[in-house]
């Protein structure tokens, strides 16, 4: 299938406004503070904190710049390049030793049915009076006059469609966060994940530079990311990240609903590609971890449950504020050290998102 003409224009395009702001941004003083072009701002600058945190990433550019200068990209990241009609994408794997949590299927299928608050017209007071009355499980319900008929519906669409027929049933004024939506996720095999995270040039309606995907094969995580070396692999890249992420029945993010996803689909709009076979499953763990520990912690951000649940910590991280200036810093000079830092930004985001899913589980 050929490429056409318009898409053929739009990558032009792109990668020619690209090309401009690479040639009118200083080398040696990057200008984060002048960049809000059509590719997005840095905002959050100004504050003590926000000048801080960018003079310690300026830093640490600086330093990356001299260790990696002359360094091929391939040398270091050992990616690879796959073609496609779109053009060519750069690939790279890795695998991090972890153990996830294996569930067991039926006490998970018995601790979500003692929920029966999934009945509709039936609340905490409710629920309390029947389970005095020995109505302990939905199964006990399919039994009572009233709520007879909601209960079989419930058993009937797990039984024939499993998660996804389970999360179908659940009352829509239960919260994003409730836990018997978590407790839903352990229903599936942990190879039915796919954990996503991306890295951007700004924001909507900008592209997006990084794709990153984790898996989870027994004791491993497995880490894919499509990265663009330059802006015309966007839709490339886009392409063999849909095609990845149709693979799997789940697809978990932080934030993800709220930004990731969004994003994605605006691009696949943008270049008119087809996005009907994302998983429809979406597990957002930003809602869950807030729900399980925001009263314990100083807030939820990502690296804040790293740090303090995880007892991890990163060295030479780049704040997501700069990835854009980074970015273009490696668009302009062609050394890679600028896009070190993303690259493993993204990938350890994706990692301790599969790690994130494991301790709520242990929570819930």
Known sequence: MKINLNLKDKISGIAEAFRKKSEDTTYSKPAVDSVESTYGSNQGFGSPFFDEERQRALELQSKLLKKYSGVHLD????????????????CIE????????????????????????????????TEISLKNSGYNTICDLTKHNRYSSCAKEILNSLENNG????????????????????KASK????????????????LFGSPIILFGMSFIADDKINTKQFLLRNINE???SLHHTISELETRKALVTFNGKSFDMPFTQDR????RMNNSKIPKIHYDLLHFSRRAWGNNLENCKLQTIEKELLGESR?????????????RNYLRSGNIGPLVPIVEHNKIDVVTSAKILNLLWEEW
């Open 75 to 90: 040398d270091y990241f050992k990616g690879y390049v796959i073609k496609s009609e779109y053009g060519p994408s750069y």
């Open 94 to 125: 890795d695998e991090f030793k972890s153990k996830i949590k294996r569930n067991d299927l039926e006490n998970v299928k018995n601790c979500i049915l003692s929920d029966l608050q999934l009945i509709r017209g039936i609340g905490e007071k």
């Open 163 to 182: 998660v996804s027929g389970l999360l179908d049933s659940i009352p829509k004024n239960y919260p994003k966060s409730h836990p018997t939506i978590m």
């Open 187 to 202: 229903m599936h095999k942990p190879e039915d994940f796919v954990f996503y995270d991306i890295e951007t040039m700004g």
């Open 234 to 236: 966007e839709p490339s």
């Open 268 to 271: 696949l709009g943008y270049y």
């Open 315 to 327: 060295k030479d991280d780049v704040p997501s504020s700069m990835v854009p200036e980074f970015y």
